[in-house]
């Protein structure tokens, strides 16, 4: 397994990498997002999966699909099909593994059972999701959103990027149809369980010494956006007392952010900000900034959002300046589902009893997917806890150890047998 899983890692590594900053740059639709969707082709081919695009860009490499050479003979009421992967595209400098580790280990995974002797009994598939850190687009986990119905086509395809090129243009150019965009319930009510493989984004696991674990629950989160409006103005010859500068409020509404965390046990965070015009010596006409709050609850949640909004609103009147905020996505606390979490931490921490079940602050398409199926996470321990940044490491022997668990999980969910039984 372990050639299987470095061979396939060693492929995918290069693909994306900023090789000033070490760090990827996959944006949705880009040069690099079509190096590794044709990566993920070929590699899943090769593995006699056969692929698919369904109408929202997703890609879905089945093993065992219906009229294929593998086609399970499961009696028809086990005929719902067990779903693992997540994505491959990144934040602006992400780490390796948010996203890859979960879908080179599904590959690896598949390996492993052939490794094993074993073929699910069941249609298994490897699932790529488009849009998940919403890095280009703005909307985080669109794809599946998109999937489920959470997010209707209609938005999505006005969502434009920094250049103002549109989330169906970009679809168009890279060979889509953005009018075959929207929710497939038939797909989903083909789908008993889908199993994500994730990289720990925190330091749980290397608290209790576990190389994997298995999530609980996603904290509800949002993205808000705030344009800052005021005057553009000279540098050097505006009077402080005639400026109407939207810096002001900008920063004020940041240290706030970090004030109402603080108060209210959350997180909350601005990582992207936009001056226009952006020059040394102007007063700026408008600041555009993005806003990302997490808490374990709703009322935490609400009241880091509020206290954001009045510190951002005082300190505009107070500088002549106008402020709107704008909710650009937001996702409620999901509790993955119980039965399908105590069956897969069951098979994780077998007899050796308990394994680690925690919750997380990130987002994820398990957590969107559960609207419609039962979903679970399995964590592989981040041994600095970092993420979203070039320097997201794990181990290999933790990686082969995420790999390993997700192939038992998946062999007792697809009730995967003797590969030569008729
Ligand atoms: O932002 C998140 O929580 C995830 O990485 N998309
Ligand atoms: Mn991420
Ligand atoms: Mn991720």
Redo the contacts with the bound molecule.
Sequence with gaps: MSGDFEQLWAELAPLGRNRTTGGYRRFSWGPADTQVRSWFRSAASARGLEVETDGNGNLWACWGAPGSVEAPRAPADKAAAVVTGSHLDSVPDGGAY?GPLGVVGALAAVDELRRRGLRPRRPLAVAVFVE??GARFGV??LGSRLLTGAMTPERAGRLTDADGVSWAQAMERAGLDPERMGPDRELLGRIGAFVELHIEQGRALAHTGDAVGVASAVWP?GRWRLDFSGQADHAGTTRLADRSDPMLPFAEAVRAARRAAEEHGALATVGKVRVSPNGTNAVPSRVRAWLDARAAEEAALHAVVEGVDAAARSSAAEHGVTVTAFLESKSPLVEFDHRLRDRVAARVGGEGGAVPVLATG???DAGVLATAVPTAMLFVRNPTGIS?APEESATAADCRAGVAALADVLADLTDAGPAEED
Excluded: M, R, W
Aim: aromatic share 0%.
């Design positions: 948010d998940e850190e985080p986990c989160h990130a987002g994820h979203h």
